[in-house]
């Protein structure tokens, strides 16, 4: 099936043929959908803080900070903000010259509340020697579009999200990226005052952040009196996955050569793995606001890490107790209701375990990264949600998963589906060491059956595209988890450049 290019380029990308021959028989036989146990929720599996353990979680993350412990937050920053732009690239194509849908007629009723206005306006006098208002005046709403998304002027249809101009201050305009880092040092900054950030991004891209952190980092350690350590990372070429044809055989291009498209973001858990930190914040790059409303945002911050700290002391001490040896069947029964209630982790086998498996089996489900997930109140947002769903092993488990992954078909997984009150806004803190302060390789808890077929074309020729285990559903599969309600204050992504306009990025 392969020829000896072939093998160069699997070589080439530290792909090796076994993987390329797993992935097609996904194609062939495709994923199966997870048993669902039910929707989480206040009452299964969702913690709400009231204002007694706020105040233990926060002094607990405080400790923490105070330790001198390493924190990384990641930020997965490599899309691009293309989809952003989709109204206005449609406007661009469309036969009529003015604003007609509501969507138009919004972005340019409001045009000078976006951030980036000005630096629209100066790019529009260098292409056309007209502002805003004056092409606007003269019906020429397409060039400022062009001006806008086109390689001539701001290029915002083909840079990423990280790099566009979100929110205007007093004496400053700042970037999605920027943001992150002012954010990063209200609450990931430790008693030594080190801030580490790490953004994953395009290979395209890299030169672009790498410069737009030298403009700024001195003046963001000036303003919030800290040191930052920036980092990069870009998605690996043996993350990519082959296309496949219909017949589920490699797609091959007009000239023969094989197709290989991005896993999504499920291949960015190897980034992850590469992050030499104790505990890990994960935020998307979009969900960001100014800093009139950070407060609510780093203060539940702070309480999910509070939260994270608070259950490792409890793994750490129970898998000690365990290796010891130094415990009584009561104190087993106790780690079994904390493994239950605490990490809603059931298995209804347990109470027909000797002592030794039951030794054994504690020690396998404490010994694993933990996660603590923030949740919202559903509010009709596109997203994945919390739910307890079957492992392969039989046990139940707390679990982000997206609709694809649930069988709409089976009258009670839809039920569950449409029931569900939270939803993921992907905010989570991650401690990634085990009890002696090992690095755990993450990719050994990613569920391989959880990832996903989608239908695309090229050149003409349909195909098959496999996308990865999802960073925060597949790829975290085997890890301890915990979902912590957190207010929809917390959540403020842009999807589209008119969600700019919202209250809460003005």
């Known amino acids: 099936m392969y020829t000896s290019e072939d093998l160069k380029v699997f070589a080439s990308r530290g792909i090796s043929e076994e993987k390329i021959n797993e992935q097609l028989n996904s194609f062939a036989s495709g994923f199966p959908f997870l048993k669902l146990s039910a929707s989480a929720s206040i009452?299964?599996?969702?913690?709400?803080?009231?204002?007694?353990?706020?105040?233990?979680?926060?002094?607990?993350?405080?400790?923490?900070?105070?330790?001198?412990?390493?924190?990384?937050?990641?930020?997965?920053?490599?899309?691009?903000?293309?989809?952003?732009?989709?109204?206005?690239?449609?406007?661009?194509?469309?036969?009529?010259?003015?604003?007609?849908?509501?969507?138009?007629?919004?972005?340019?009723?409001n045009i000078t509340r976006f951030a980036f206005y000005d630096a629209l306006n100066d790019a529009c006098v260098v292409l056309y020697g007209n502002t805003i208002d004056d092409l606007m005046d003269e019906g020429n709403y397409k060039e400022v579009v062009a001006a806008l998304l086109g390689e001539d002027g701001l290029n915002y249809g083909n840079l990423p999200k990280g790099l566009l101009q979100f929110h205007t201050y007093e004496d400053q305009v700042r970037t999605a990226m920027e943001e992150h880092l002012a954010e990063g040092a209200l609450y990931a900054g430790n008693a030594a005052r080190d801030v580490n950030v790490h953004f994953t991004v395009s290979h395209d891209h890299l030169a672009l952040f790498q410069d737009l952190?030298?403009?700024?980092?001195?003046?963001?350690?000036?303003?919030?009196?800290?040191?930052?350590?920036?980092?990069?990372?870009?998605?690996?070429?043996?993350?990519?996955?082959?296309?496949?044809?219909?017949?589920?055989?490699?797609?091959?291009?007009?000239?023969?050569?094989?197709?290989?498209?991005?896993?999504?973001?499920?291949a960015l858990i190897e980034n992850l793995n590469d992050i030499d930190a104790d505990v890990i914040f994960v935020k998307n790059i979009d969900n960001v606001v100014p800093d009139r409303l950070k407060d609510e945002t780093v203060r539940y911050k702070k309480i999910i890490g509070g939260v994270l700290i608070s259950l490792k002391k409890q793994i750490d001490a129970y898998m000690a107790q365990l290796k010891s040896g130094n415990y009584t069947a009561a104190d087993l029964q106790s780690m079994v209701a904390f493994l239950e209630k605490s990490l809603y982790n059931r298995n209804d086998a347990v109470v027909t375990l000797d002592e030794a498996q039951l030794v054994a089996y504690l020690l396998k489900k404490f010994d694993r990264p933990v996660r603590v997930c923030?949740?919202?109140?559903?509010?009709?947002?596109?997203?994945?949600?919390?739910?307890?769903?079957?492992?392969?092993?039989?046990?139940?488990?707390?679990?982000?998963?997206?609709?694809?992954?649930?069988?709409?078909?089976?009258?009670?997984?839809?039920?569950?589906?449409?029931?569900?009150?939270?939803?993921?806004?992907?905010?989570?803190?991650?401690?990634?060491?085990?009890?002696?302060?090992?690095?755990?390789?993450?990719?050994?808890?990613?569920?391989?059956?959880?990832?996903?077929?989608?239908?695309?074309?090229?050149?003409?020729?349909?195909?098959?595209a496999l996308e990865l285990p999802g960073l925060w559903n597949g790829a975290m599969s085997d890890w301890n988890t915990l979902f912590v309600e957190v207010p929809i204050a917390t959540f403020n992504p842009v999807k589209t450049v008119n969600d700019l306009l919202r209250e809460q990025h003005q």
Request: aromatic content about 12%.
């Open 43 to 109: 009452d299964n599996g969702i913690l709400a803080v009231d204002d007694t353990q706020v105040d233990k979680y926060l002094t607990e993350w405080d400790g923490y900070l105070a330790d001198n412990h390493r924190i990384v937050k990641f930020v997965p920053a490599s899309g691009a903000a293309s989809r952003m732009f989709k109204n206005l690239f449609e406007f661009l194509d469309a036969e009529y010259d003015e604003p007609t849908t509501d969507f138009e007629k919004k972005f340019f009723d």
């Open 213 to 266: 952190v030298e403009q700024v980092r001195e003046e963001y350690e000036r303003e919030y009196n800290v040191r930052y350590h920036i980092s990069f990372s870009e998605q690996k070429p043996s993350t990519d996955t082959i296309a496949a044809d219909m017949d589920n055989k490699p797609f091959r291009d007009s000239d023969g050569s094989l197709l290989f498209r991005p896993g999504g973001h499920g």
């Open 374 to 464: 923030g949740m919202v109140k559903n509010v009709g947002e596109p997203g994945g949600g919390p739910f307890l769903a079957y492992n392969q092993d039989g046990t139940v488990s707390l679990q982000i998963l997206e609709s694809s992954q649930i069988d709409m078909n089976n009258a009670e997984a839809k039920a569950f589906f449409e029931k569900g009150t939270h939803f993921n806004p992907v905010d989570l803190v991650c401690a990634v060491r085990n009890d002696k302060g090992e690095k755990y390789n993450l990719p050994e808890y990613v569920d391989k059956n959880t990832g996903f077929i989608s239908y695309k074309s090229k050149s003409g020729k349909e195909l098959k």
